[in-house]
């Protein structure tokens, strides 16, 4: 049981290059999060997903897209890479369970810098 | 989700017990309150969640005061490894809707000296 697994760990891309990143859970999980820290600052929630086929808007949304064709899987992705982007991402998933969900658990990050 | 204010940083003696508050006057009836911390640039890791009614697990204890508008994270022994950046978040305990969503804020720096 790997929990969630964020792939890359590590990136620098080119101003204006894409790229994808990946985050997988094997926890059978419905919910699925994005979100990036900048320094200093609290996390911020980029899309999510309640399950399979759907994803939502957060709060800072713009210049990502996201898909979530399989239910373990939750994508994000970069089409034009800009130096505002250069941040550490942070995935999530959690259980829903009755009332309320049980804790999300989170990845250990991807350090994305664009120059 | 009804927003939350909490000091930007503490600081707490090895051994000693840390209280971490939380206000969130505009909590309504059907959110909960969740502890996360996050320790230096790692991901943010779950502590304990309460509705009303105070909670305890083996990692903290969260008291909620009858009124709901603050709560208080307690952990009764803090150690070096409980240096880290705790994270108080109210949010809809309905699941499905679509306001369902983590929302992070800054959080409070809390520092366990030797």
């Known amino acids: 049981n790997a929990g969630v697994t964020q792939t890359p760990k590590f990136r620098v891309l080119k101003t204006g290059q894409s790229m994808t990143l990946l985050c997988a859970q094997d926890m059978n999980h419905e919910y699925m999060y994005w979100y990036r820290q900048d320094p200093g600052m609290g996390l911020r929630l980029i899309h999510y997903?309640?399950?399979?086929?759907?994803?939502a808007k957060g709060e800072v949304p713009d210049g990502y897209n996201v898909s979530r064709l399989k239910k373990q899987n939750f994508l994000l992705g970069l089409e034009s890479a800009a130096p505002s982007q250069t941040s550490v991402y942070f995935c999530?998933?959690?259980?829903?369970?009755?009332?309320?969900?049980?804790?999300?658990?989170f990845g250990q990050g991807t350090r994305l810098t664009v120059v | 989700d009804a927003k939350t204010t909490q000091p930007p940083s503490m600081d707490c003696a090895e051994g000693r017990a840390a209280n971490l508050p939380c206000n969130h006057s505009t909590i309504s009836g059907n959110e909960y309150v969740y502890w996360y911390r996050q320790i230096h640039s790692q991901g943010p890791q779950y502590i304990i969640h309460g509705l009303k009614n105070n909670e305890t697990n083996e990692m903290a204890s969260l008291i909620i005061t009858e009124d709901r508008k603050s709560s208080t994270l307690i952990l009764p022994h803090a150690t070096l490894r409980d240096t880290a950046v705790y994270y108080c978040?109210?949010?809809?305990?309905?699941?499905?809707?679509?306001?369902?969503?983590?929302?992070f804020g800054k959080g409070t720096l809390l520092t366990v000296n030797p």
């Open positions: 997903s309640v399950g399979e086929g759907t994803t």
């Open positions: 999530a998933s959690s259980l829903v369970s009755g009332r309320s969900d049980t804790e999300a658990f």
């Open positions: 978040i109210v949010r809809v305990a309905h699941p499905r809707g679509s306001n369902y969503k983590l929302t």
